[in-house]
């Protein structure tokens, strides 16, 4: 894979773009006037290594909010801003880290300039988020979705170039997953600026995480997105759990462990789904970056997981345990868990 090479920007201190790693963010579902709940649910985020939080500002009050959230949290706070940019003037004002505009309902040129203005004074980049559920009027009755959204997209780029300002990130949203590619591998051509990738209104965890990791997974694959954020009918937590997987099923960032599991088949005679699900739950309380196998039978299990750092090949009653292939003992079925993590500790 070859990252494709784009402006850095920072949204506070997180690096977006050029070779900053690629950040994981996501979405407050709270009242953001709620500054109480708002800090409550970002600090759980932060315990989860979200990188960068956004919050949505429907009003006046939710603006004026903003200045008690960002005080209360550590990760950058970027504001949702749709239809009236006064509240981007607000948010700014309030202290954020980085704005949202939507080019499909905040697009009057003296509005996008005020914006600027005040970001450029206090060195706050802006996303311009275009998103296929809700574009400006078609330039061409003849352009596809994804051309109209990268047009919607470039008529702001230069807009904000012609203010002289270049702290700039763009996203290009639609929940049709090939839409979603060609309108990115258009655009990526196209602009130095940074990329923020996702799709959106994926769905719930079920469908949404594999709509967007194919989504998602595809562009990163191109070398395409700089920060991502996987949109989910979900508590936001899962958005960033979902979303460091998709940059470790790549390669692209290391996060914790990795578990393989197998498949189950004939051969196996245990519960495998109830052990690896065990497993996988203490895995999630280490922050350590192992790969740990739990595989159904020592015929073939650690042969299969030959490159995991450690571990179990569940037979009836005793389980073997091995690291990198190589067995190095044998538990009893009912430790396997304990010794195992105790393992992987020692690692
Ligand atoms: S590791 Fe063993 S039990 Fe699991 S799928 Fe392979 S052969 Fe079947």
Same mark, same amino acid.
């Given at each position: ?8 920007i ?11 790693p ?8 709270t ?15 932060e315990?989860?290594d979200?990188?960068?939080i ?11 909010a ?6 209360g ?22 202290? @954020?880290?980085g ?7 905040i697009?009057?040129?003296?509005? @996008? ?6 970001a ?8 311009i988020?275009?998103n ?11 352009w ?7 047009e ?8 904000l170039?012609?203010?002289?300002? +270049?702290?700039? #990130?763009v996203?290009? #949203? ?5 839409t ?9 051509a196209?602009i ?32 395409i ?21 998709i ?10 462990s990795?578990? @393989?599991s197998?498949p189950?088949c ?9 052990i690896?699900?065990?497993?996988? #739950? ?9 790969? @740990?196998?739990v ?12 490159d ?10 005793m ?6 292939g ?8 009912? +430790?396997f868990?304990?010794v195992?993590?105790e393992?992987?500790k020692?690692?």
């Open positions: 894979m070859q990252r494709r090479i784009s402006k850095q920072h949204i506070g201190s997180v690096g977006v773009g050029g070779d900053s690629i950040s994981v963010q996501s979405m407050a579902n009242d953001t006037r709620d500054v109480k709940a708002t800090i409550k649910q970002i600090k759980e985020l315990a989860a979200c990188e960068i956004r919050v949505a500002v429907p009003d006046v009050e939710a603006a004026e903003l200045k008690g959230i960002r005080k949290i550590r990760i950058p706070l970027i504001a949702d801003i749709h239809f009236d940019y006064r509240l981007a003037l607000a948010a700014l004002k309030a202290g @954020v880290d704005l949202r505009l939507n080019p499909g309902n697009n009057e040129p003296e509005q @996008v300039k005020a914006v600027v203005k005040a450029k004074e206090r060195s706050v980049p802006i996303r988020g275009v296929a559920g809700s574009m400006p009027k078609k330039k061409n009755p003849d596809t979705v994804a051309q109209n959204m990268v919607a997209a470039l008529e702001q780029v230069r807009l170039e012609s203010l002289d300002f +270049d702290l700039i #990130k996203s290009l #949203k639609a929940f049709d997953v090939p979603t590619i060609a309108a990115y591998t258009d655009i990526a196209r130095p600026y940074p990329l923020h990738i996702g799709i959106t209104e994926a769905g719930t965890p079920r469908t949404g995480i594999i709509r967007s990791s194919v989504g998602i997974g595809a562009l990163l694959y191109l070398g997105g700089d920060t991502i954020r996987v949109s989910l009918t979900a508590p936001p937590r899962d958005e960033v759990v979902a979303g460091y997987e940059l470790k099923s790549l390669n692209l960032r290391r996060h914790g990795v578990l @393989v197998c189950t004939g051969r196996t005679e245990v519960d495998l789904v109830t690896a699900e065990a497993v996988e #739950k203490e895995l999630s309380k280490i922050d350590k970056p192992v790969k @740990v196998a595989m159904g039978c020592a015929v073939n299990g650690p042969g299969e997981a030959m995991a750092d450690i571990g179990i090949a569940c037979g009836k009653g389980d073997v345990l091995f690291k990198k190589k067995k190095i003992g044998t538990v009893q079925e009912k +430790d868990v304990r195992l993590i393992e992987v020692r690692l």
